[in-house]
């Protein structure tokens, strides 16, 4: 089994950045890739970055590409969502996910077995 817990939501002022954190407890050796997520009020969840949990690779969607950032502390089993430059329609509550194995495609939930609680982050103008 694998727990996830995040940390870090909060309000902010557009353009503010805050960083989430992801605790990962019990069998990492398991886990194949971190997704994270986001649930904006009234609308479908929806992908917006994954990482290799043992490598660097990462990927994320269009509209936080060169404002968020993925990062790991491996002795912390520990991984961070860097997000700057913050606007209204980030406003969401926000999710980390661990896949522990290799499937297709990494931008879709079911790639995913284990989910944390969630996080609101609220963006104001």
């Known amino acids: 089994q694998v727990q996830l817990v995040e940390h870090g939501g909060g309000e902010v002022q557009a353009g503010d950045s805050l960083k989430l954190s992801c605790e990962v407890y019990?069998?990492?050796?398991?886990?194949?890739?971190l997704g994270w997520f986001r649930r904006a009020p009234g609308k479908e969840r929806e992908f917006i970055a994954s990482s290799q949990w043992t490598g660097d690779s990462a990927n994320y969607i269009d509209v936080v590409k060169g404002r968020f950032i993925i990062s790991k502390d491996s002795a912390k089993n520990t991984a961070y969502l860097e997000m700057t430059n913050l606007k209204p329609e980030d406003t969401a509550v926000y999710y980390c996910?661990?896949?522990?194995?290799?499937?297709?495609?990494?931008?879709?939930?079911?790639?995913?077995?284990?989910w944390g609680q969630g996080t609101q982050v609220t963006v104001s103008s």
């Open positions: 019990g069998r990492t050796t398991r886990i194949d890739r």
């Open positions: 996910s661990a896949g522990i194995q290799w499937r297709p495609d990494p931008s879709s939930a079911e790639y995913y077995d284990y």
